[in-house]
């Protein structure tokens, strides 16, 4: 069974630049879940979906962070403008059923 | 609100010594628990979870975990630890009285095992 997609791995940007994040959730998980995982913390909530609505945003910096799940399989995570502070990984979860299931993350540095 | 502490920031051992880390967390209601584990450059992996019943459970490669109600705690254990048990260990708890929610993590643990 394939995992958790994530792209890309790795980016690097200036602060003020816009950057996007995919995922691609297990086949058949209708929830899906991004975390933000800053340096010596453990990951923390930004968006929940189920299928492709929104269940929890409350933890979403809303006036720089967006994220969608248009047909209810792949998302999108977008920050624009960023900040020196996002500098974290950004790990996609997906489940079926209590268990959450991670992708490898996408490690940002803002510059 | 949902909040868990692992009292360990990093652990070294020596190989074959027995490992436990320390798990409570802050919650009402009933909960799910769990550890995760991230080697290094890897994505974190499940490493046991508990939902109900058994309050002993037993995970992948010789881990176990206890959950004791009264102490809110969910320790994690490995009798003999291996040189390839170096990682990150996070616990977190989600809440267990319907469907798929958000999972709260704990800090993490970062264990070293030395030959």
């Known amino acids: 069974e394939a995992g958790v997609a994530q792209s890309p791995r790795y980016k690097i940007i200036e602060k003020r630049q816009s950057v996007a994040f995919w995922c691609n959730p297990i086949s058949g998980h209708a929830t899906l879940y991004w975390y933000q995982q800053i340096l010596g913390q453990g990951p923390k909530l930004l968006i929940q979906f189920q299928n492709n609505g929104v269940v929890d945003d409350s933890q979403l910096p809303k006036d720089r962070f967006s994220a969608e799940r248009l047909k209810g399989v792949d998302s999108t995570l977008k920050i624009q403008p960023a900040k020196l502070e996002d500098s974290a990984v950004y790990l996609c979860?997906?489940?079926?059923?209590?268990?959450?299931?991670f992708g490898p993350g996408t490690r940002l540095l803002v510059l | 609100a949902q909040s868990v502490s692992q009292h360990n920031h990093h652990v070294i051992l020596s190989e074959a010594a027995s490992l436990e880390l320390g798990c409570n967390y802050s919650y009402g209601g009933t909960v799910n628990l769990f550890w995760y584990v991230q080697y290094p450059g890897q994505h974190l992996q499940l490493l046991l979870k508990?939902?109900?019943?058994?309050?002993l459970v037993k995970g992948i490669k010789g881990f176990e975990a206890e959950f004791i109600k009264s102490k809110f705690s969910f320790n994690l254990r490995k009798p003999s630890v291996q040189w390839s048990d170096t990682a990150e260990y996070f616990c977190?708890?989600?809440?267990?009285?319907?469907?798929?929610?958000?999972?709260?993590f704990g800090k993490g643990t970062r264990l070293s095992v030395i030959a």
């Open positions: 977190a708890v989600n809440a267990g009285y319907s469907g798929n929610t958000p999972l709260v």
């Open positions: 508990y939902f109900s019943g058994d309050p």
């Open positions: 979860a997906s489940s079926y059923d209590e268990t959450q299931y």
